[in-house]
């Protein structure tokens, strides 16, 4: 080590030379990964989630879903109802049986919507999380590309649909971002509307999203 002082290379509590005592170097430390100053312009999915604000965004959009009955609690309540129209056979029993197979069979239906947000690609995707979040939809993949990801949450099952997934791809592009979303609704010819409504509502919350 050097002295502060006089510059004298040397070691011990005290330099040789002018009797200053010397501090020996701490161990080294890691520097903490500071989270980026403008998230809105973040493409990556988990430095987004990681992000203090984005955090309490998320937070904020979840106590919008509220507490709701889910699909399956419906199912049973309206079970013994509908039971008599199904042959005696439960509905939870159709949805749980027969939309598998009827997917395999390559029964489906769906929507698919695509836009360009006037929003920068972080500022797009934490929309699209609260959306999804205030909506009660769980997220079941993310993957990461290099401008941007895809979204992966599932409908949960109620008494339009019986299982279904929502999809959303965004992509950056610049001060813009491209918003892709289709759903993709299992075992049924028809959703009764389901998947545009749920279309509408995503977008109508990317556009109006304000951080």
């Known amino acids: 080590m050097f002295c502060p002082e006089c ?3 040397g070691g011990g509590k005290f330099c040789v030379e002018c009797g ?3 501090s020996p170097p701490g161990p080294a430390t890691a ?7 403008d998230w809105s312009r973040e493409a990556r999915h988990d430095r987004l989630i990681a992000h ?4 309490a965004l998320l937070k ?3 106590k919008q879903s509220g507490s709701r009955v889910s699909g399956e609690q419906l199912i049973k309540f309206y079970d013994k109802h509908l039971a008599k129209f199904n042959y005696g056979i439960a509905v939870g ?5 027969a939309a598998p197979l009827l997917t395999r069979l390559g029964i489906k239906t769906g929507k698919t919507r695509s836009e360009v947000v006037s929003a920068p690609i972080g500022h797009a995707t934490v929309a699209t999380l609260c959306s999804l979040t205030a909506l009660g939809l769980e997220m079941k993949e993310v993957e990461q590309a ?9 409908i949960p099952p109620d008494l339009l649909v019986y299982q279904g997934t929502l999809v959303v791809t965004l992509t950056d592009l610049g001060d813009r971002s491209q918003v892709d979303a289709a759903t993709k609704i299992g075992g049924q010819y028809f959703d009764w509307g389901k998947s545009s409504r749920l279309l509408d509502r995503l977008f109508t919350d990317i ?3 304000r951080a």
């Open 60 to 62: 904020d959009a979840a």
């Open 146 to 154: 290099s401008d941007g990801c895809v979204i992966e949450a599932a």
């Open 7 to 9: 510059g004298t290379k």
């Open 52 to 55: 203090p604000e984005v955090q």
């Open 31 to 37: 520097q903490a990964v500071e989270p980026p100053a």
């Open 207 to 209: 556009r109006a999203f």
């Open 93 to 97: 029993d159709v949805a749980s049986i």
């Open 20 to 22: 200053t005592k010397l």
